[in-house]
Nanobody
Framework: QVQLVESGGGSVQPGGSLRLSCEAR????????IAWFRQAPGKEREGVSC????????YYGDSVKDRFTLSRDSVKETLYLQMDNLKPEDTGTYYC????????????????????WGQGTQVTVSS
């Protein structure tokens, strides 16, 4: 059973940083593409980043490129989303999910294909 648990959200001022964690069960990060999405109130879910060991690639949404960095701790089976230079428009609930495929090629479609979404972790960027 695939289980992903998000943590690390909080409140910061614009320009600040946060690091989110996505903890997975053993081998999940080896088998499946894992993505971060976010959703602000009244808006659709937006892709933030996706990691696929199968492809050997990490994808980023246009709005977070050069500010967010995805990394992996293989020992802890955890993906980290380092978010720097945060902006008010980064505010939202952040979710870590997988559609149980090995790649991220179609990750932009995951909001309509992924059935299970966790609680997410809240990020608020405000002065």
């Amino acid at each position: 059973q695939v289980q992903l648990v998000e943590s690390g959200g909080g409140s910061v001022q614009p320009g600040g940083s946060l690091r989110l964690s996505c903890e997975a069960r053993p081998f999940t990060l080896d088998y499946y593409g894992i993505a971060w999405f976010r959703q602000a109130p009244g808006k659709e879910r937006e892709g933030v980043s996706c990691y696929s060991k199968h492809e050997g690639k990490t994808y980023y949404g246009d709005s977070v490129k050069d500010r967010f960095t995805l990394s992996r701790d293989s020992v802890k089976e955890t993906l980290y989303l380092q978010m720097d230079n945060l902006k008010p428009e980064d505010t939202g609930t952040y979710y870590c999910v997988t559609d149980r495929s090995a790649s991220c090629i179609d990750w932009d479609r995951w909001p309509s294909t992924v059935r299970t979404w966790g609680q997410g972790t809240q990020v608020t960027v405000s002065s």
